[in-house]
């Protein structure tokens, strides 16, 4: 069953599914954040993390961190992607900013790139 915000909610917090494109620096690609009520955030695609309302700004201001692991084609995780975004909410939309660093295996951090969100609220 699915759970309904009351639509003031709705407008000050990212709770709910939102379709994103990810503008990394080797492109931009399609994907899908679900954000729960209490903190929670997960990608479509495997991941997971945490979000909150920013301190001090804007109604709709939020932060979110997810780890999202990295598997080769056989199915060995190699590492994990974590990223780090800071988004400000208008309505059903958001766009955010923020760092995304690559770790190996052991924990290793590697490339790091500048990442962009934008994203459309879909439930």
């Known amino acids: 069953m699915k759970a309904s915000l009351p639509v003031d ?11 994103v494109q990810v503008t ?3 492109g931009t690609y399609p994907g899908v954040l679900h954000f729960t009520v209490d903190g929670r ?6 991941g997971a ?3 909150r309302a920013t301190a ?3 109604a709709g201001g939020f932060a979110f961190r997810i780890a999202e692991p990295v598997y080769t084609d056989s199915g ?5 992607v974590d990223i780090v975004q800071r988004a400000a909410l208008s309505g ?3 766009s955010s900013t923020g760092t995304s660093v690559v770790y190996d295996r052991t924990g290793r951090p590697g490339r790091r790139a500048r990442v962009g969100i934008s994203a ?3 439930a």
Request: overall charge positive; aromatic content about 14%.
């Open 120 to 122: 459309r609220r879909t």
């Open 92 to 94: 059903e939309t958001f």
């Open 41 to 46: 955030v997960f990608l479509a695609s495997g």
């Open 49 to 51: 993390g945490s979000w």
């Open 56 to 58: 001090g700004g804007a």
């Open 24 to 26: 990394r620096p080797s």
């Open 76 to 80: 060995a995780c190699t590492g994990w």
């Open 9 to 19: 909610s709705r407008t000050l917090t990212p709770a709910g599914a939102w379709t």
